[in-house]
């Protein structure tokens, strides 16, 4: 993973790798199995159906709807100077789930909510920073253009 990814395993290479590179750019991709086309939300690099190897990543919208939250006070090391904070699970229209922070758009958080997914980077540090945001529907976002 690129060091500017944030607080990674120490792995030093996946097969998804590229993943925080799309998000940097602005895009939620899963990935897609070459074989079977399972979807798969985070991206995976063996197919969760049929274990094939071989995918490739599809963008995905980020609309979803919230499975549950929970604001954390008494926060993990590293992310013990941001708390409280709020982190919701949402399901995804196009499948899988994720786990991101409750960003501005929302005052209040319920189960069952419509959301949106946002890329966000902490441009305000020396290292980028890429991770998610939780925000109202139709809320959108730069993207850099797409490589050729």
């Known amino acids: ?43 995976r690099a063996d197919c969760a159906e049929c274990m094939n190897g071989s995918f490739e990543f599809k963008e995905i919208s980020g609309r979803g709807t919230v499975y549950t939250h929970s604001t954390v006070a008494a ?21 899988g789930r994720l786990l991101a922070w409750i960003g501005d758009t929302i005052d209040s958080v319920e189960i069952g909510m419509p959301v949106q997914v946002v890329p966000r980077i902490f441009e305000e540090l020396e290292d980028i920073r890429v991770y998610y945001t939780v925000e109202q529907p139709g809320t959108t976002w730069g993207k850099a253009p797409h490589a050729s």
């Open 75 to 95: 926060a993990p090391t590293g992310f013990d100077d941001i708390a409280p904070y709020t982190v919701a699970v949402v399901d995804l229209e196009e499948g």
């Open 1 to 43: 993973m690129p060091s500017w990814f944030g607080k990674v395993n120490f792995v030093p290479y996946s097969k998804v790798s590229d993943f925080a590179v799309h998000l940097k750019d602005g895009r939620l991709m899963a990935s897609v199995c070459a074989d079977c086309g399972a979807l798969s939300f985070p991206p």
